[in-house]
């Protein structure tokens, strides 16, 4: 409905009629997001216009669902009053999100109306590492003590609730903030107000430390089916919480880098259409540069070997194919252990399992790719047994080594501390491509009087 252009043109009529009251009516039916992306279809100046309209909570939910660049165009319009109602009424970790999206005169007017405590609030976030659990925490939450009875954790959620992120989940800590347990707001309401908060919550925690990478964050959400997860520093005091909507970025940013990584491409935070033909161009160019230069190592292996293939030119012709299915069992190998990765399922240390599991698969895929090949060779394509066997067992030891080098490369840049995606089809099929043709002509000369 947010994107049809009957819908955007029906609002800039009640825009121009100046039908406020109706467009108002339109907007609370409405969620933030698909708000957010009927925005995206106006011009700035209509989109200042119908901002105005919406309520204060709805105003802040749907700036936060917008794209920077409409963000920065909005603050921009703003006055004073209105940009300091927007960030009161901010979480703490979307307007971390928002400053650091936005050019320095834009974050000095922000901070400039903001409070003293969302400013050292922020500071705070910001020093953390980029990409740390840390970095995307809000401090918004709400803390009860062991020794409070239910009628007073009840009556402490009421008081604070209305500013805190989230009161599905409450926890527990001592004067000294270390987390000790967590609570929800069901067991809460459902026990008896006399019963103390040390009777019904939940002990042993689990959370994540401030300088925990976002991903590992993330894959807790997943792996123990949380809706928020506490963020402790290093002697197990509580600085904040990260929540489910939170983590469901990180996986879709995370993502979104490795797809980019494991085809050759300098990851983006843009979406496609917004990002100018240059920027794609500079995103893309650099890979193609080195991958080319890599590639000139099979060129010169094929100049080497010339004399062989001016001597037995039916050799030529199966290059292609031993290369790509060199490429392709490869690739196929690296995307499994990078996807383990990613989960968590697997580690450097598992590298000789890996290797073990890698070479009975690939002999079996090998074996099988020849057998079918052989036969295709000697009744359709007619060559000779021995040029058959020659590209049959080239099939084989290609298979073989491709597979090998596509699963032990992720683990091994893992543990160097590159990412694994970038070891992904790209790298491998260049390497695999040289390997093959050396596995090639090697057993060409042994058997062809070359």
Not at 29 to 47: K, T
Not at 56 to 83: N, P
Not at 351 to 374: D, H, I, M, Q, Y
């Amino acid at each position: 409905m947010a994107k049809s252009k009957s819908f955007d043109s029906y609002v800039l009529a009640l825009l121009e009629g100046k039908k406020y009251k109706a467009l108002k009516d339109v907007y609370a039916s409405m969620r933030p997001f698909d708000i957010a992306e009927h925005f995206e279809e106006l011009s700035h100046m209509n989109v200042l216009l119908l901002f105005r309209i919406l309520p204060k909570d709805l105003a802040a939910e749907t700036f936060v669902e917008m794209d920077s660049e409409l963000q920065e165009a909005l603050i921009q319009g703003f006055s004073d009053a209105e940009l300091a109602e927007i960030v009161d009424e901010l979480y703490i970790d979307d307007m971390v999100g928002i400053i650091e999206e936005m050019p320095a005169n834009v974050v000095a007017r922000i901070l400039k109306h903001s409070s003293s405590q969302t400013r050292f609030l922020i500071n705070e976030i910001l020093q953390y590492p980029e990409d740390s659990a840390g970095s995307i925490m809000t401090t918004e939450f709400i803390t009860l003590r062991p020794n409070m009875t239910i009628g007073d954790a009840i009556k402490r959620i009421r008081e604070r609730g209305i500013n805190s992120e989230t009161i599905d989940i409450c926890y527990v800590t001592d004067e000294l903030r270390h987390l000790i347990g967590t609570v929800t707001i069901r067991t809460i309401i459902l026990s008896d107000e006399s019963q103390k908060i040390e009777e019904v919550m939940e002990r042993n925690a689990i959370s994540v430390n401030t300088t925990e990478d976002q991903e590992t964050a993330a894959h807790l959400f997943s792996k123990y089916d949380l809706t928020v997860l506490p963020v402790v520093d290093n002697e197990t005091r509580l600085v904040g919480i990260v929540t489910v909507d939170d983590a469901i970025d990180v996986m879709e940013q995370e993502t979104s880098e490795d797809i980019a990584k494991m085809t050759a491409i300098t990851p983006s935070e843009k979406p496609y259409l917004k990002e100018s033909v240059f920027q794609t161009y500079k995103s893309r160019i650099p890979w193609l540069l080195i991958l080319m230069v890599s590639a000139t190592f099979t060129g010169l292996i094929i100049n080497y070997y010339q004399n062989a293939l001016t001597a037995y030119v039916v050799l030529t012709a199966y290059i292609p194919m031993l290369m790509d299915t060199g490429g392709n069992s490869g690739s196929q190998s690296a995307v499994t252990i990078i996807r383990g990765l990613s989960l968590q399922d697997l580690e450097f240390g598992d590298l000789p399992r890996v290797l073990w599991k890698e070479l009975r698969v690939a002999t079996l895929s090998g074996v099988t790719v020849a057998a079918v090949n052989f036969i295709k060779l000697l009744l359709l394509d007619r060559v000779g047994f021995t040029v058959a066997f020659i590209i049959c067992s080239t099939l084989v030891l290609t298979v073989l080594v491709a597979k090998l080098v596509g699963c032990s490369l992720p683990l091994l840049a893992k543990r160097i501390g590159f990412d694994p995606a970038v070891m992904a089809s790209p790298f491998i099929t260049t390497i695999v491509d040289a390997i093959s043709l050396l596995i090639y002509f090697g057993i060409s000369s042994t058997l062809l009087p070359l």
